[in-house]
């Protein structure tokens, strides 16, 4: 009877914890690479397997109290149960027990030991690293609802797409990113590159990422900004040494400046655009707005909202609250003629 | 059951009789002006309750947006003042106001007094309180100010600095947050010193600190911590005022002023405030699963300690909620471990609760029902918080959908299951009236269910990378089928409050007469009528160990001739 029942509460826990490992698994590819959904079970870079190695102990620890622990509640709450023969006693009462309150204040004391020296390791391992010299800085500045990326040493300044060198064991090309911010909070936060580091005013922080494995990885901004904060969308481009050095080259080159776009031109440089956006090489030198020298470059525009084509640059210049509601860029009110020659100027910003 | 074996002179009513003749305005000019514990005890926890169903109805509409990416049915304006909105009265209208409700009924019943050591504080607690809670939903009327701009507050329950400035903020709507919670504030103060006092000195003959019933003893600690707990918060928001207003820079880093003095002195409030809103769900567990375990407490004096150790440890883990915002490793290392030492003294409450019901016979009535459904949830709250502390997986971890699912499994699986199960439990006490056991078991399963579908469902969409505060998410995260789950759960919860909604009515009216002492229980406001006279007591209980009524029902047996 009473294996009968303890079977049954074996079950009982047993059951969801199985759901939960198989949830696990499956979501987690354990990717090699990028992928869709950034799982931080699928750590592309040492920052983000350091956690998930650590990460993983701890869930084994954890877990193995909660089977105990909730295996006995479950037991007990079945086995003490008012049977319905019950004589309508009294059970024995027990006011306590001093050895017993010992044995379960000692043990969760060891337990507590042996995790903090464990996450001691990893907190230094991760945030006191060495910084190699081969290590690209970036300067990420986070604003309303948009990032900034600033190579210093580039001379390069670009907008929500960051672009990275691949990094390997052997030959680490660690990228060191400074965290600046113009506003008010954000935080940088790609799971599969590295937890997030928080962008906060007149606060400078520093995070890096090494990425193993070449491809886009995704994340957003992980610190409640304001209304769009759910559209401050990161992408990190990680290429090959070859390609790094092409786009880096692309990026030092000044804007383009093709005849044929002259009237768009013309209306970027005279209208409000200037308050805010940079193209090099022209009157244009705000600094409010996304740099759009290389506009071209990127795949995607409003900060990941959508994706870079005309007939979205066009919804976008036309009234940016359809695309991206409380993004800071005011409607310009031009006339359709305007609009389809400023669309046929941005598009040749290579 | 036991009216005729108690010989105690409480059971004899000598209440006059009126209300025969009252009018309705009478009736009401009664409740306006009552300096009365127990009328104060309820409008604390029908204020709560009515806010309870407001802040709930917010959290639907919430999750509708998020049921599907790129969901329209909120503007993102909207959103974002619906979740700061759900979040500041979820604490401060609902949590605090219940809770200290709970109090107000109970303390004095509890100790043998007649009242609270201060009445017309009492009362001046709870309408500041109130007047809080009208100022803030006032905002969606009032809130728009200059430019337009505003209605309610749209910067998160914990309104960072600078997104609070002026030029981030511009309009009412955060002038109304913050002045709602000073005002509020006072009240908690004013009922915490009241609670102090009260147990300090207004205990019967006999009942010494180590005889007061757990709930009492919670209560205590709570209003001792909430002493030292909300002042940082009125100080930041004197400050945040002072900003708006004022032209200061406290907070203002555009002219040289501090986003992090914000953070500290906020969670400085924030975390210890966790402990104050689950505390008392500690000492209604203490009250509950004894009863229904037939079992006096395992471990009073460890229990005691425990919840005073837990106290002390709260305060100085406040920074466990920054590990993201660049603290140096060895702040980071310090705030792992005062973090991680909490988890001892949980743990010795949790495994405690476990000896009381080992060797019991437990009663499967409602209020045991949720109890059990706490006890599971507070083990997987406190072992998901052990996570948490772990701070390179909170980098991770740190405002994503698995925080959200660890707090609202402290905040709903712990503390609102506990709310449920002891407004059950004392239900009869307050009304004379036992609620519907069929409907409460309804209520207790579909919450149930509803809320693991809910919240063990988040944990997962946080490993997956989703943020919280985000009105809308992209399409291709796989977190579509997740947050649809989530949402589905999210309105079962909602059907299973509105069954218990309409328990406390029905039953009200239609639900079986209680009698003085429904469950059998043991400790001093059960001696008395349900519900008690306005004096609780005819004359002066005498008690002789932590469960007089115990001793009472068994004098071959009593307590007091074990405790030592």
Redesign the interface.
């Known amino acids: 009877m009473i294996r009968e029942q303890s079977a049954r509460a074996i079950r009982l826990v047993s059951m ?1 914890l199985l759901c ?1 490992a198989s ?2 698994a499956r ?2 590819a354990w990717a090699d690479g990028p992928q ?6 699928a750590p592309a870079s040492t ?2 397997s ?2 998930l190695g ?2 993983l102990f ?2 084994a620890i ?1 877990g193995g ?2 089977v105990t ?2 295996g ?2 479950a037991w ?2 079945i086995r ?4 319905e023969d ?1 004589d309508g006693s ?8 001093t050895q ?2 010992l044995a ?2 000692v043990i ?2 060891l337990i ?1 030991v042996v ?2 020296l464990t ?2 390791r ?3 391992a ?3 690293a060495p910084k190699p010299r081969a290590a690209l800085d970036v300067t990420v500045v986070g604003h ?1 609802y948009w990032w900034e990326f600033r190579y210093p040493k580039l001379g390069i300044v670009t907008a929500n797409e960051l672009h990275v060198p691949v990094s390997n064991a052997h030959d680490p090309k660690p990228t060191y990113l400074h ?1 600046l911010s113009a ?3 954000h ?1 940088f ?1 790609v ?1 599969q590159l ?5 962008l ?7 995070t890096w990422i090494d990425p193993l494995h070449t491809g886009l990885y ?14 401050m ?1 990161l992408r990190v481009y990680v290429e090959t040494p070859e390609q790094f050095a092409v786009w880096v080259r692309e990026q030092q080159q000044p804007g383009m400046q093709e005849a044929s776009v002259a009237a768009g031109r013309h209306i970027f440089e005279t209208e409000a655009c200037t308050n805010c956006h940079r193209i090099a090489g022209t009157a244009a030198a705000g600094t409010f707005g996304p740099d759009l020298t290389h506009l071209m470059s990127r795949a995607t525009i409003a900060s990941g909202a959508a994706p870079n084509t005309p007939e979205n640059l066009r919804s976008w210049i036309e009234d940016p609250d359809h695309l991206k ?2 993004a800071l860029m005011p409607a310009m009110q031009l006339n359709d003629e305007q609009v389809n020659q400023l669309v046929a100027y941005l598009s040749t910003l290579h | 059951m036991a009216d005729q074996t108690l010989p105690i002179a409480g059971t004899l009513d000598v209440t006059p009789r009126e209300r025969s003749q009252a009018m309705l305005l009478e009736w009401l000019h009664g409740w306006v002006v009552t300096v009365d514990h127990k009328r104060l005890g309820i409008l604390y926890v029908v204020y709560a309750i009515f806010f309870l169903l407001v802040a709930g109805a917010e959290a639907l509409a919430i999750r509708i947006q998020l049921a599907w990416p790129g969901n329209h049915f909120l ?3 909207v959103y ?1 003042r619906l979740f700061t909105m759900h979040g500041t009265t979820m604490v401060f209208l609902v949590g605090m106001p219940i809770l200290f409700g709970f109090a107000n009924y109970l303390v004095p019943l509890m100790i043998g007094a007649r009242d609270m050591a201060f009445p017309r504080l009492n009362a001046f607690s709870f309408w500041l309180t109130a007047f809080g809670g009208l100022l803030l939903y006032y905002s969606f009327i009032g809130g728009f100010g200059l430019y337009g701009m505003g209605s309610a507050p ?3 329950w914990f309104a ?1 600095a ?2 609070t400035a002026k030029a ?1 903020s511009p309009g009412h709507a955060t002038d109304y947050w913050a002045l709602a919670l000073i005002v509020s504030g006072f009240g908690t103060l004013g009922t915490a010193i009241n609670i102090i006092a009260t147990t300090l000195s207004m205990r019967c003959r006999g009942m010494t600190l180590l005889r007061m019933p757990l709930f009492v003893w919670l209560m205590l600690v709570v209003s001792a911590l909430t002493l030292v707990t909300i002042t940082p918060l009125t100080a930041a928001q004197i400050m945040l005022v002072i900003d708006r207003y004022l032209g200061g820079h406290f907070f203002d ?2 002219a ?5 003095v914000w953070i500290h002195f906020f969670w400085i409030f924030g975390h210890p405030e966790v402990y104050v809103l689950v505390m008392p769900a500690f000492g209604i567990a203490s009250e509950i699963i004894p009863v229904f ?4 407490i ?5 229990m005691v300690a425990a919840s005073v150790g837990i106290a002390f440890v709260s305060l100085g883990v406040w920074a466990h909620h920054m590990f ?3 603290m ?2 060895v702040g ?2 310090f705030f ?2 005062s973090t ?2 909490v ?2 003294p949980t ?2 409450k ?3 609760w ?2 009381t ?8 009535a409602a209020p045991m029902l949720f109890s ?1 459904g706490f ?2 949830q507070f ?2 709250a406190g ?2 918080g ?2 948490l ?12 959908y698995f925080v959200v699912a660890h707090f609202h499994y402290v905040l709903v699986g712990g503390i609102v299951f506990m709310i449920f199960a002891g407004i059950y439990y004392w239900y009869p006490k307050v009304t004379g009236r036992l609620l519907s056991e069929t409907l409460g078991k309804w209520h207790f399963w579909l919450f149930l269910i509803g809320f693991h579908i809910t919240f ?1 469902t988040m944990h ?1 969409v946080g ?3 989703m ?8 399409p ?4 579509n089928h997740l947050n649809f789950v989530i949402s589905v759960g999210g309105m079962i919860q909602g059907i299973a409050v509105l069954i218990f909604a309409g328990n406390l009515v029905d039953s009200y009216f239609r639900g079986k007469k209680a009698g003085s002492d429904p469950w059998d229980a043991w400790t001093l406001e059960w001696s008395t009528q349900s519900p008690p006279p306005s004096y609780n007591f005819a004359a002066d209980p005498v008690v002789r160990s932590r469960r007089p009524l115990w001793d009472l029902k ?1 004098p071959d ?1 009593p ?1 007091w001739k ?2 030592a």
């Open positions: 969801p939960v949830a696990i979501q987690a869709s959904s950034p799982s931080i079970f920052p983000a350091s956690i650590l990460s701890v869930l954890t109290i909660f622990v909730g006995l509640l007990a709450i003490y149960r008012a049977r019950d009294e059970p024995v009462q027990i006011y306590g027990s017993v309150e379960w204040t969760p004391i507590v995790l903090f996450t001691a990893i907190i230094f991760v945030q006191d309303q965290l506003d008010v909070d935080s936060w799971p590295a937890g997030k580091t928080d906060i005013p007149n606060h400078p922080n520093e995704v994340g957003q901004c992980a610190q409640f900004c304001g209304v769009e904060h759910a559209k969308l509601p409380g | 503007s993102p304006q974002n749209d910067v998160g960072y600078p997104l981030f880093t555009q040289g002023g501090s986003a992090m375990s037939r079992k006096a395992f471990g009073y004096p460890a993201t915002v660049g140096t490793s980071n290392t792992v471990l991680m030492l988890g001892i743990g010795i949790l495994f405690n476990l000896a019901i080992w060797g019991g016979k437990i009663r499967f059990i006890l599971f083990l997987i072992l998901t052990i996570m502390s772990v701070a390179p997986w909170d980098w991770q971890l740190h405002n994503s063990d997962f490993f997956l990378g943020p919280r505060s985000i009105y809308t998410y992209e291709d995260r796989g977190w068994h047996d307590d074990y405790e």
